[in-house]
């Protein structure tokens, strides 16, 4: 049974920071692009943030300096690190593991920024 388990979310004063984990059950994870997405009520879901199986991360221009992602390979995790929080970040945070033949996401975790 696959499973995405966000946790870490909350809510936290603009200029805050805050850790999201992703712990990830029943598929390769090693083998899996993982990604952090977001969305604010009433946008579309966005992405935020990628991490390669080699390690190779890309980000969103508005997260670009602010937040990182990391992967633990042996833990089953993908991390989200986000510093320097605005009330702009405030959404719900979902993780996704993907390769060519699958694609899963986590049920999302809240992340309020407060100004």
């Known amino acids: 049974q696959v499973q995405l388990v966000e946790s870490g979310g909350g809510l936290v004063q603009s200029g805050g920071s805050l850790r999201l984990s992703c712990a990830a059950s029943?598929?390769?994870?090693?083998?899996?692009?993982m990604s952090w997405y977001r969305q604010a009520p009433g946008k579309e879901r966005e992405l935020v943030a990628t991490i390669s199986v080699g390690g190779t991360t890309n980000y969103a221009e508005s997260v670009k300096g602010r937040f990182t992602i990391s992967r633990d390979n042996a833990k089953n995790t993908v991390y989200l690190q986000m510093n320097s929080l605005k009330p702009e970040d405030t959404a719900v945070y979902y993780c996704?593991?993907?390769?060519?033949?699958?694609?899963?996401w986590g049920q999302g975790t809240q992340v309020t920024v407060s100004s």
């Open positions: 996704k593991a993907s390769r060519l033949w699958y694609t899963y």
């Open positions: 029943g598929f390769t994870f090693s083998s899996s692009t």
